[in-house]
C-alpha cells in the first residue's frame, strides 16, 4: 500500500507563506521523483515541483522559482515544499505525487508520477 498524505494547506494573504509536509508510506523513496502539483478551479493540473529522492536535483515551474522550494527528510520519508511571497495565482489544490515507473502516467520534468495523496488546500487572499 502507498500513502501519501499532504499537510499545512490554509489561507494566508498575499505576501504570506505556507509549508506543505507530504508523509510518505508503503514507499521507498531510493531515487524516485518525488513532486507537487496543483490544480486551481478552471485550470489542468500542472507540475509545482520535483524533486529526486535519492537527493538529486530539483526542477520548479517558472510561475514559482524563487519563491517555492521543494526539499526532503528521508528518515522521516517526507517531502516539504515551502512556498513563500504567495499570490492569489497560487490559489489551489495541491497535490503530492511519486513515481510510478510501471504504471504512472503523468509526466513531469522526465519524471512518471502514479502516486497522489488526497490533496490539501492552498487559498491566497488579494
Known amino acids: 500500500q502507498v500513502q501519501l498524505v499532504e499537510s499545512g494547506g490554509g489561507s494566508v494573504q498575499a505576501g504570506g507563506s505556507l509549508r506543505l509536509s507530504c508523509a510518505a508510506s508503503g514507499y521507498t523513496y531510493s531515487s524516485n521523483c518525488m513532486g507537487w502539483f496543483r490544480q486551481a478551479p478552471g485550470k489542468e493540473r500542472e507540475g509545482v515541483a520535483t524533486?529526486?529522492?535519492?537527493?538529486?536535483?530539483?526542477y520548479y515551474a517558472d510561475s514559482v522559482k524563487g519563491r517555492f522550494t521543494i526539499s526532503q527528510d528521508n528518515s522521516k520519508n517526507t517531502v516539504y515544499l515551502q512556498m513563500s511571497s504567495l499570490k492569489p495565482e497560487d490559489t489551489a489544490m495541491y497535490y503530492c505525487a511519486a513515481e510510478d515507473p510501471l504504471y504512472g502516467s503523468t509526466w513531469y520534468f522526465a519524471c512518471q508520477f502514479g502516486y497522489w495523496g488526497q490533496g490539501t488546500q492552498v487559498t491566497v487572499s488579494s
Open positions: 524533486i529526486a529522492s535519492g537527493g538529486g536535483g530539483t
